[in-house]
């Protein structure tokens, strides 16, 4: 886009256009008036029937026991809940072979028999038939002649039948199947029916009167903008004079140095929180052909703000690396700095724009804004390109007093709103900008660029339907988050707290460009606006704080949503401290700016260090190898530093040799920009620095850089690839020849209860039967040592405490004696040997209180060579209530790699943490049609990530795989992340969790129907 707006008068940066469409003031075109708003209206009427437009939605029908078959038990994981029609046969054969059993007996049942349910279930007891809806018994009946029983349920509610009595339930809906279980078997349950139609709500594809629709929609809107260029040229203006100067080298270099760092962030840069998440949402909808949400929310549907989902759909479809799916939003960076650099500033700052210090700026200030939040798949970083553009295109139009101008602002500003609740920013510019926009509008534009902007609405809806929105939106609403726009103030909480919502990255653009923002304001009432070239310079930061306003109505209040604002926010900050520097000069003698000036130094000294007293934390395992990962950026994290920085350029103002009359006071007034743009300025330099070093500190092991390297050079599993599982070797358990000599230790007890040793363990003895206060010794007898596999280890369960005064050690013999120990302690892990913050000291070291069974390993480099025999030695010295120990014999275990030991299993449910950090797993749990592949094994997160780690599988948040917690056993495979030792926070990287289900999984029929309906239609 031109650079230039004006000259340097204050007429030529008025932005008004200079002429009239005719100076008669009569309508010069009365019939291209007509047509211009016939044409957008039109275009605003297809775009609101999209939505209603009939639909073909796949109605999937699953079928109880299979054609052919006989019942038998089988797992049946719908989701969501509540199916759509549900309809259960017990023939009276059934019932009978039900009562001649001497136990209540569970004919049929939406769970495993005997288990609470909100779904169905017919029983028998005591010469009765039981039929149970909704978990409520509904009906109860002595077995008759006539003894079949019903269960049919519908949109409407319920209805049971036993023999000739019926009992109707309005309302009342079944919520819960996952399965299909019988207590008979399969010759008694003969004749068993269930028939259920799944809620298979947002799976549909267009139909040719849809399809038209959207066609004649973007046929409407190409026309309008022919008919917005026509009004342009129908217009008499003066002409846009615009100085030509030729691009420095400077200015080149500066967009070269922010397209190196924008590469080397997409290599080397973190992961979001929600990265995993979204990349698995895009991967579903390669095989469902809607954006579900998968791990939540009932597998509820993103609509209506999908469209960068389904842009990213064909990325996905070639290449579903993360390294590959970061790529839009890396392009999406670029746009947004050409449109900040080229469209924005040169429109705001025309006199100032092009200079090399400016443009400088503007890229720290645009990398402070995108490097924390603009990297990755969520939409955050296309809203703000769209957002770049409405406000750039909006000053075009001004500018040249072109219509058309307005028309793309109207059409980015649509698809904003398409793409993310933080769209609905896109009418900040327009809001800002009123006054002059108002004079270019007539009716017949406004309806042009109201008929272009709904083609947001036909992008939130060309595969979707109203009803397929509407209950999208309920069960999000349901299941939360769901804040009020009064409780805004929970988003500045998260960014000023300590987990990764506030870290420094975060804290940084959004503190320090208020702070510009507030001294801005207070310059411009005192005039700054007047002075040459800043006549718009209000523009941006009026902007910004629309936008700040209009996030309040967003439904949930993280910090990413501040990304959407990356361009106008450094388009802000940039004007922001430019203002604020030609102000210094020209206001100087102003005493209200001199008060203004130091008020919001100390303002600008506070952001400054609340800014670095933040961490330099990131997501997961992003965060491995990144320096001052729990702790503030010391010294920048307290004021003194600051102020000491403000005291030495105060200092230095007033030096002998250039010094004028009048700097001390001028750089007074100019330091809130200063402070500002240095803090911005080490915040980026920060973020750079961390994420070059952190592969270099993780050499050998795991970080996020490392494996996205790895994928340029051919291939990588992330993390799968550091990670070992150690299952126990089949007959790997000696037996001791020989008994323990023990003292204050007892034999297969003296371990805290409540904690089950390791399964395959033979022998233990603890110390704590004896009491807290006992002291004791062990020595076990030999145990015969078999020749360890390079990839084998020996391991010893303990429990209690194995340092901190206590002492384990494997003692090693050959033939001819004792060849060498090794000491078992795991105190190293205790997190009270690392500083905690924001306390800013270290804690005093206690001794460890570990009354869990954990396993202690030897790896095979690490036996003594000759060792033929091993035994166990123990000591425990400790007389406080934990200073217990527990030992279990020795076992060995195979030590495979993670990657290598999932290879041929599935399928494997990677938790939405994680997707990213094992690229190389991609054969997961199918989710489609409403139903739910049970999954064989999960990979689960760390156990810092709380409750978001269990988020897929509470039905409470609308998991989609609640049935596995509900109905499998989970059994913990042991893993071990490599190089730990040097890395002890890094310990927890996850869990590999194997999943015992009692029932067979899915044996049942599935049909899939195509159905159409109208838009509004559902069930």
């Given at each position: ?37 016939i ?20 109605q ?165 903008f ?12 003066a ?25 080397g ?29 998968y ?149 017949s ?42 409780q ?50 209000y ?37 922001g ?68 920085a ?18 001390p ?67 790997g ?14 034999a ?8 089950d ?20 010794t ?110 279990a ?94 890395t ?31 838009g509004w239609?559902?069930?």
């Amino acid at each position: 886009m031109p650079d230039g707006i004006g000259q340097t008068s204050a007429k030529r940066d008025d932005p008004t256009p200079t002429a009239a469409d005719d100076p008669t003031g009569k309508p010069k075109r009365p019939l291209s008036t007509v047509v211009s708003f016939i044409v957008g209206t039109l275009a605003l009427l297809a775009a609101i029937a999209v939505p209603l437009a009939p639909v073909i939605t796949q109605q999937v029908a699953v079928t109880w026991p299979r054609a052919g078959q006989l019942p038998e038990s089988t797992l049946a994981f719908f989701v969501p809940y509540e199916p759509t029609e549900v309809h259960v046969h017990v023939p009276c054969q059934v019932v009978r072979a039900g009562q001649q059993r001497d136990t209540p007996t569970t004919l049929v049942a939406s769970r495993l028999p005997g288990q609470p349910t909100e779904g169905f279930a017919v029983t028998t007891a005591n010469d009765h038939v039981i039929a149970l809806v909704a978990g409520v018994e509904v009906l109860r009946a002595p077995i008759p002649t006539a003894c079949d029983v019903a269960i049919d349920a519908d949109a409407t509610g319920s209805r049971a039948r036993i023999g000739d009595r019926v009992v109707e339930l309005p309302g009342e809906r079944i919520r819960d199947i996952v399965a299909f279980a019988t207590d008979l078997g399969p010759q008694q349950a003969a004749g068993l029916q269930v028939r259920v139609i799944t809620a298979n709500w947002f799976e549909n594809s267009p139909t040719e009167t849809k399809k038209l629709l959207i066609a004649a929609q973007i046929l409407l809107v190409v026309l309008a903008f022919a008919l917005l260029i026509a009004q342009d040229r129908s217009r008499r203006r003066a002409p846009v004079r615009t100085a030509r100067r030729r691009g420095s080298v400077l200015r080149y270099l500066i967009d070269l140095a922010v397209l190196v760092v924008l590469g080397g962030w997409w290599v080397l840069g973190p992961t979001t929180p929600d990265d995993s998440f979204a990349a698995m949402t895009v991967r579903n909808s390669l095989q469902t052909g809607d954006v579900s949400n998968y791990y939540r929310w009932e597998n509820a549907s993103e609509a209506p703000f999908t469209l960068v989902q389904q842009l990213l759909a064909p990325v996905a479809e070639w290449n579903a690396n993360p390294l590959a799916m970061r790529i839009p939003s890396v392009l999406a960076a670029v746009l947004t700095w050409f449109v900040l650099s080229r469209g924005i500033l040169g429109a705001v700052l025309p006199e100032h724009g092009r200079r090399g210090a400016i443009r400088l700026l503007a890229a720290v200030s645009f990398l402070a804004w995108w490097l924390p939040f603009g990297l990755g798949i969520r939409p955050e970083p296309f809203v703000a390109v769209g957002l770049a553009t409405v406000l750039a295109c909006v000053l075009q139009a001004l500018r040249r007093g072109q219509v058309s101008w307005l028309g793309l602002a109207a059409l980015a500003g649509g698809l904003s709103v398409a793409m993310n609740p933080m769209g609905i920013a896109a009418i900040a510019p327009f809001v800002a900008l009123l006054p002059q926009v108002w004079r270019l509008l007539r009716v017949s534009t406004a309806a042009l660029l109201v008929g272009i902007a709904a083609t947001g609405v036909v992008a939130m809806f060309a595969d979707q339907s109203l009803f397929g929105v509407r209950k999208a939106t309920e069960l999000h609403t349901f299941y939360g988050p769901d804040v009020p726009w009064f409780q805004e103030i929970v988003r500045y909480e998260y960014l000023l707290g300590f987990d990764l919502q506030g870290d420094v990255a975060r804290r940084a653009p959004v503190l320090l460009t208020l702070v510009v923002v507030v001294y801005t304001g207070l310059l411009l009432l005192r005039g700054a606006g007047r002075l040459p070239g800043l006549r718009l310079g209000y523009v941006p930061p009026l902007c910004l704080l629309i936008s700040f306003g209009l996030m309040t109505v967003t439904p949930s209040k993280w910090t990413h949503y501040f990304g959407a604002l990356v361009g106008v926010g450094a388009a802000t900050l940039t004007a922001g401290v430019v203002l604020i520097a030609i102000g210094a000069r020209q206001l100087a003698r102003d005493r209200v700016v001199l008060v203004a000036g130091v008020l919001c130094t100390a303002l600008a000294v506070f952001a400054a260090a609340l800014t670095f007293a933040g961490k330099n934390n990131w997501f997961l395992h992003s965060q491995y190898g990144v320096p001052w990962g729990e702790q503030p950026v010391r010294p920048l994290n307290g004021p003194e530093w600051w102020l000491l920085a403000v005291g030495v350029l105060l200092a230095a103002s007033v030096l002998p040799g250039r010094a004028r009359e009048g700097r001390p006071r001028r750089m007074l007034i100019g330091m809130p920009a200063v402070i500002s743009a240095g803090a911005v300025g080490v915040t980026v330099a920060i973020l750079l620095y961390s994420f070059i070093a952190a592969p270099i500190r993780q050499a050998g092991g795991y970080s996020i850089g490392a494996q996205n390297l790895a994928a340029v050079e051919g291939g990588s599993c992330g993390i799968a690839d550091h990670v070992v599982v150690t299952p126990d070797v089949p007959g790997g358990t000696p037996t001791s020849r020989g008994p323990a000599e023990a003292v204050g230790f007892t034999a297969g007890t003296g371990y805290a209860p409540g904690f089950d040793p390791p399964e395959g363990v033979r022998e233990l003895w603890g110390s704590l039967q004896s009491g807290q206060i006992s002291t004791g010794t062990l020595t076990t007898g030999w145990y015969a040592l078999p020749l360890l596999a390079a990839n084998q280890e020996l391991a010893v369960a303990v429990a209690g405490r194995s340092g901190d005064g206590n002492l384990i050690t494997l003692e090693f013999a050959s033939a001819t004696g004792i060849v060498g120990e090794h000491v078992l302690d795991d105190t190293w892990l205790d997190s009270d040997e690392r500083p905690e913050y924001p306390t800013e000291r270290i804690v005093e070291d206690r001794p460890q209180d570990h009354p869990a069974w954990r396993d202690l390993h030897v790896s095979a480099h690490d036996v003594p060579s000759g060792a033929e025999r091993v035994r166990i030695r123990a000591v425990d010295d400790t007389t406080d209530p934990a200073g217990w120990v527990a030992v279990a014999g020795p076992r060995v275990r195979d030590v495979v790699p993670l990657a290598e030991y999932l290879r041929g299993k599935a399928p494997v449910l990677v938790d939405w943490s994680m997707t990213w950090n094992v690229p190389c797993v991609r054969d997961m749990p199918r989710v489609a049609g409403g139903l739910v592949e049970p999954p064989a094994y999960l990979l689960n997160p760390s156990a810092e990530l709380g409750f978001g780690g269990t988020a897929a599988y509470q039905r409470g948040i609308g998991g989609t795989f609640a049935g596995v917690s509900e109905v499998g056993t989970r059994e913990e495979i042991p893993t071990r992340l490599l190089g730990v030792e040097k890395t002890p926070d890094y310990a927890d990287w996850g869990h590999l969790i194997v999943v015992d289900y009692p029932l067979p999984g899915n044996d049942f029929d599935v049909q899939s129907v195509p159905f159409p309906r109208w838009g509004w239609r559902g069930e």
